[in-house]
Every structure is written in structure tokens, then in C-alpha cells.
């Protein structure tokens, strides 16, 4: 099994949600996080007053799936997340040795 971790912009969650949907993934844990990247947040003015933004609004997906559908859910959130502009965001891929679900104690993929 494979963990997959995402960070993207807020405003592509619900087509990465959909496009995740489409591919017949449903669990997933979305999280709104700060912080950033190469750029380095960027300044803007409030009443009269210019002020860094270093740490930007991003979303983290988080979702476990079986080894084999790992390329297939990475090309899928590629696609849904892009931009094409800087702070698009990024994803990581961990191993998961087990996986249990609480109300039945089933283990392994069958717990996903």
C-alpha cells in the first residue's frame, strides 16, 4: 500500500476531488494548510500598507491505496492539480506496512 500526500492550490480541490471520484477513489483526508515553496510567498497592499505573505493557502490531500493503482491515482492528481504556474504544489509517496480499520479490525488492503 501507498500513502499519497498532496499539497495543491485551494481552488483546484474540487476538480482534483472529482477527478479522484472518477477513477473510483473515495477516501481521502483534506486538510488546509500554509506555507510555501521556490516563491517565497509575495507582497500585496492593504489600506495603503505593503506586507509580505510568506506562508500562502495551500490543501493537503492525504489518501492510502493499494500499490497497484499508486501511477494511476499520481497521473490523475498531476492532471486535476495543474496549472502550469509556480506553486502548483507537490506530491509524495510513502510505503504503508499496515493498514486497520477500527470498527471491524479488517487489515491490510481490505481495510482501504
Do not use: C, W
Request: aromatic letters at 4%.
Amino acid at each position: 500500500m501507498k500513502k499519497i500526500e498532496a499539497v495543491i492550490q485551494p481552488f483546484k480541490l474540487e476538480e482534483v476531488k472529482e477527478a479522484l471520484k472518477a477513477i473510483g477513489i473515495d477516501g481521502m483526508t483534506v486538510i488546509e494548510v500554509r506555507g510555501h515553496g521556490r516563491q517565497k510567498g509575495h507582497k500585496e497592499v492593504y489600506r495603503g500598507q505593503e506586507y509580505q505573505v510568506d506562508l500562502l493557502p495551500k490543501v493537503k490531500l492525504e489518501m492510502v491505496v493499494p500499490s497497484s493503482r499508486a501511477d494511476e491515482v499520481v497521473k490523475t492528481l498531476v492532471a486535476a492539480a495543474r496549472t502550469g504556474k509556480i506553486g502548483d504544489g507537490k506530491i509524495f509517496i510513502t510505503e504503508i506496512a499496515e493498514a486497520i480499520r477500527i470498527r471491524n479490525d479488517e487489515r491490510g488492503e481490505t481495510a482501504l
